[in-house]
């Protein structure tokens, strides 16, 4: 029975929602979302949380009143990262978890993150598609009204799961400036510090930007941008921190910043998180994406595991995981991902993992990645906004595809050489061609034919 006019919504993206306020996400569609959440899934409890947006309160108390009167009984954790939506919905048997969040996005967006069961995502091409015709529709059928339940005590048992990821006793002292630039991670990494003084963990935290405040007042955060780096980095020198560590808005992300200040790129964090796991599991399989691979797969293979190669996209590379059982999986943006932790993205335990192997080897975290950075140096990402993006494409495929060793399609273009590789994707919402360029050992060789893909790109 349709209770609902239908509406155009244009907000549902490849497997999450994400929209302007007002144009394209709104009060209704946050009720649409839940009431076609609850009737899809039958979902009779499940878990909501929301980011530090001023808009997320309202967003979110609409996805619930969609929920409940979908039939479902709601968790309310409040205030919370994505992370801890994460794991309450796998900690606690829920049918599903919806996070209220914009992440990195600008200050005019908002948007959800949906998950079924024990945390793991929702399809694409089934499960979200049908959610999103579903809340499109309004053909809502009547259901019993759910009740809602504050759960902010999930964060204690949260804090503790997270911890129980690091052997406290390995710990040596060490100071970590720690930047939550005035998003949802601040609470949260204070529940954490607090179980790590209580189990005697030797370690010194310096917070910056630690207040959530819906206003930005340092900026976005999305320690990602080049331009919101330096107020981390000269906080870690001010301060002589051992190392930096920022989260972006959501928390479900983490950066580094080694001892002299200097940003750490992605790619390079997963080779060392890898390596983490597997001195202590060694033979497992680790999932990475496919942009920038080559410290990676090296890295693994030096630890004795098995690389496995997944999709850009926390959809993608869960789904992966959970294929292969992989112990870790990790992309270049910062994401990454843990078995034991519901196949889910944390960013809060990636750094815990990195003071644990810095403490272990007695090394700084610029000493541990100094060699395999000059072993294989890359570009970073390099966005090229273009009026003809295919045609661009070509053109480096035309210049480059003959000669290449191997070619992979598994996301965008990715063509290997003898000592080097590139990768060039297509963005899924802009007009907007991402570039990588890596070698073994050859900064030079990078610059350069980052310079020329460059070129090639940008003719007319």
């Not at 399989?285 to 797969?297: A, C, E, G, Q, S």
């Not at 273009?386 to 992979?408: H, K, N, Q, S, Y």
């Amino acid at each position: 029975m349709s209770i609902s006019p239908a509406r155009q919504i244009d907000c549902f993206k490849a497997y999450d929602i994400r929209g302007r306020l007002g144009s394209e996400l709104d009060e209704d569609v946050a009720w649409r979302v839940g009431r076609a959440f609850a009737q899809l899934r039958g979902a009779r409890e499940v878990i909501v949380g929301r980011d530090s947006r001023a808009t997320s309160p309202a967003l979110a108390a609409a996805l619930i009143r969609g929920l409940t009167e979908g039939g479902a009984h709601v968790r309310d954790l409040g205030l919370a990262g994505t992370e801890e939506m994460y794991f309450a919905t796998a900690h606690y048997g829920a049918d599903g978890g919806i996070e209220v969040t914009a992440s990195h996005n600008p200050i005019d967006y908002n948007g959800m993150k949906l998950v079924g069961p024990g945390a793991a995502p929702l399809d694409p091409e089934t499960d979200f598609a049908d959610l999103a015709a579903l809340a499109r529709s309004g053909d809502f059928s009547r259901a019993a009204p759910g009740q809602v339940t504050p759960f902010a005590q999930a964060r204690q048992e949260y804090a503790r799961a997270v911890v129980d990821f690091v052997d406290i006793a390995a710990l040596r002292p060490m100071t970590i400036l720690v930047n939550a630039g005035n998003g949802t991670a601040g609470p949260t990494f204070d529940a954490i510090a607090d179980e790590l003084s209580r189990r005697g963990a030797p370690l010194r935290f310096i917070r910056i930007n630690h207040e959530p405040d819906a206003d930005f007042p340092n900026g976005i955060p999305n320690p990602l941008l080049p331009e919101n780096q330096p107020m981390t980095s000269q906080a870690v020198r001010a301060h002589g921190a051992d190392l930096g560590v920022a989260w972006d808005g959501d928390f479900d992300r983490c950066f580094f910043f080694d001892g002299q200040g200097r940003f750490i790129p992605g790619e390079y964090i997963v080779g060392l998180l890898a390596t983490a796991f597997l001195e202590k599991h060694p033979g497992e399989r680790i999932v990475h994406d496919p942009r920038v691979v080559l410290n990676t797969r090296a890295m693994i293979a030096e630890a004795g595991g098995e690389a496995v190669q997944a999709r850009t996209g926390h959809a993608f590379v869960k789904t992966a995981m959970r294929r292969e059982n992989a112990i870790y999986g990790g992309e270049m943006s910062a994401h990454h991902y843990f078995r034991d932790f519901a196949f889910a993205d944390s960013g809060m335990i990636p750094w815990l993992l990195v003071v644990e192997l810095l403490s272990r080897k007695a090394q700084t975290l610029e000493e541990v990645l100094a060699q395999r950075i000059a072993a294989y140096p890359s570009s970073g990402e390099i966005n090229f906004r273009l009026t003809d993006p295919e045609a661009a494409i070509a053109r480096v495929l035309e210049r480059f595809a003959g000669a290449a060793a191997t070619r992979d399609d598994t996301d965008g273009i990715s063509l290997e050489f003898a000592d080097w590789r590139f990768n060039l994707r297509r963005s899924n919402t802009e007009p907007v061609v991402r570039l990588n360029v890596e070698s073994v050992g050859d900064a030079a060789l990078v610059e350069a034919r980052a310079r020329e893909i460059g070129t090639l790109l940008n003719m007319a």
